[in-house]
């Protein structure tokens, strides 16, 4: 089974400072896809980014991109010139890739708090 | 705007009174999902419906039902809630099988918190 790993329960950083939140996971299989949600207090989860395991490069979006070490099984993700509105729960989740589709599996989330 | 739609946002319940929570989408996704957050917790898949088929986790108690009487809605009923079925439920939507491949991004509702009296 598959499992995920979110050491930091809480990160805290300031404005305009960059913060790298941790994940691990395990996994038997080769090929599956990795992503960072976002949880604001009292807000829906978005997508924050998302990374294909077949795929060397990491992926960025605007301030977000990743540290995917395949073999290490990491996936850590970094977020630059910080925000207030970046506080948030911060969970990593795992998917498998195949034919159809398949379920999500989460980490425990890490807590970012963001000071002016 | 296409979206996740959860009613209500926040729901207070009885023990052992039944409580159904509900779910709509406009994005026309195959898949409807339904999670159980407890605080400071990951989210917990109960079950989760591709079309019409139905697949429930191994974990998820026999209180815990859901119906799907159409694309558009899913509902998750609560047949006895206890004090431990206080959580946050989230709803997610994909849009399942498409071609031999898809990361197919889960679409998430607001949630709705439950609190059990």
């Known amino acids: 089974a598959q499992t995920v790993t979110q050491s930091q329960p809480e990160m805290s950083v300031q404005e305009a400072e960059t913060v790298t939140l941790s994940c691990t996971y395990d996994?038997?299989?080769?090929?599956?896809?990795l992503f960072w949600y976002k949880q604001p207090p009292s807000r829906q989860m978005i997508l924050v980014i998302r990374?294909?395991?077949?795929?060397?490069q990491n992926a960025t979006e605007n301030r977000f991109s990743v540290n995917f070490q395949k073999a290490a099984k990491s996936f850590s993700l970094k977020i630059s010139d910080s925000q207030l509105g970046d506080a948030a729960m911060y969970f990593c989740?795992?998917?498998?890739?195949?034919?159809?589709?398949?379920?999500?599996?989460f980490g425990k989330g890490t807590m970012l708090l963001v000071s002016p | 705007d296409a979206m996740v739609i959860q009613n209500p946002r926040y729901q207070v319940t009885q023990f052992g009174k039944p409580v159904t929570l509900s779910c709509s989408q406009t994005?026309?996704?195959?898949?409807m999902y339904w999670y159980q957050q407890k605080s400071s917790q990951a989210p917990k898949l109960l079950f989760h419906?591709?079309?019409?088929?139905?697949?429930n986790e191994a974990d998820t108690p026999d209180n815990f039902q859901s119906r799907r009487p159409n694309t558009s809605f899913c509902f998750l009923d609560i047949r006895s809630p206890g004090l431990g079925d206080a959580a946050m439920y989230l709803c997610?939507?994909?849009?399942?099988?498409?071609?031999?491949?898809?990361?197919?991004?889960?679409?998430f509702g607001p949630g709705t918190r439950l609190t059990v009296l």
């Open positions: 997610a939507t994909s849009r399942g099988l498409i071609g031999m491949s898809s990361y197919n991004e889960q679409f």
């Open positions: 996994t038997s299989e080769s090929d599956y896809y």
């Open positions: 990374q294909e395991a077949y795929k060397q």
């Open positions: 989740a795992y998917r498998a890739m195949n034919s159809g589709y398949s379920t999500l599996t």
């Open positions: 994005l026309n996704h195959n898949v």
């Open positions: 419906y591709y079309d019409k088929d139905f697949n």
